[in-house]
């Protein structure tokens, strides 16, 4: 079955980066876009951007246009978010969400990351 | 910032119907196919209508979406506790050139 699982909660002091990863499992990886979105706590779903594992070609929101990083590791079917100069407004899950054809047919767990001093 | 308008929160009892809008404009809504998702406490969304009116293998057939130009809709029917969540429309927006969410509406079975 397909199975998005996502790394574990961090701490990070402001202005620090962040790196979370979203290993996959049970479809061919390079076939499917994979979407990043946050949410902060009571605060709706957030788009952060999208990466083709099979191109690397991305796009990302124009709020965090020059501070996230998306990449992919095909030989482990893996993606990775990454998140710099650190706010504590950025404090938040952040999920990982397959995509493509279908926008968010699965989703990660999700991965929370707190900023905090 | 949402892009999406949806009402805060719907309300009705059991085995009733619901319906959820979700208002956009001619560059997400208007021009693209919407997403509905379902959020449950604590957990990851889960997708629950896509292109608009299409239900995914496994979801109840409850559920039922609707698009008019720049609207879209979800409807509950026969609501059930387990309805009682989160709920968020998405579609693509070609000026933002990403993906917009709804501002959510929470679903409370009376």
């Known amino acids: 079955q397909v199975r998005l699982v996502q790394s574990g909660a961090e701490v990070k002091k402001p202005g620090a980066s962040v790196k979370v990863s979203c290993r996959t499992s049970g479809y061919i990886f390079t076939s499917y876009h994979i979407n990043w979105v946050r949410q902060a706590a009571g605060q709706g779903l957030e788009w952060m951007g999208w990466?083709?594992?099979?191109?690397?070609?991305?796009g990302y929101g124009q709020k965090f246009q020059g501070r996230v990083t998306l990449t992919t590791d095909t030989s482990i079917s893996t993606a990775y978010m990454e998140l710099s100069s650190l706010k504590s407004d950025d404090t938040a899950v952040y999920f990982c969400?397959?995509?493509?054809?279908?926008?968010?047919?699965?989703w990660g767990q999700g991965a929370l990351v707190t900023v905090s001093s | 910032q949402s892009v999406l308008t949806q009402p805060p929160s719907v309300s009705e009892a059991p085995r009733q119907r619901v319906s959820i809008s979700c208002s956009g404009n001619s560059s997400n809504i208007g021009n693209n196919a919407v997403n509905w998702f379902q959020q449950l406490p604590g957990r990851a969304p889960k997708l629950l209508i896509y292109?608009?009116?299409v239900l995914p293998s496994g979801v109840s057939d409850r559920f039922s979406g609707s698009k008019s130009g720049t609207s879209a809709s979800l409807a509950i029917n026969g609501l059930q506790p387990e309805d009682e969540a989160d709920y968020y429309c998405a579609a693509w927006d070609d000026s933002l050139n990403g993906y917009v969410f709804g501002t959510g509406t929470k679903v409370t079975v009376l």
């Open positions: 292109y608009s009116n």
């Open positions: 990466i083709d594992p099979d191109s690397g070609n991305s």
């Open positions: 969400a397959r995509g493509g054809a279908i926008f968010g047919d699965y």
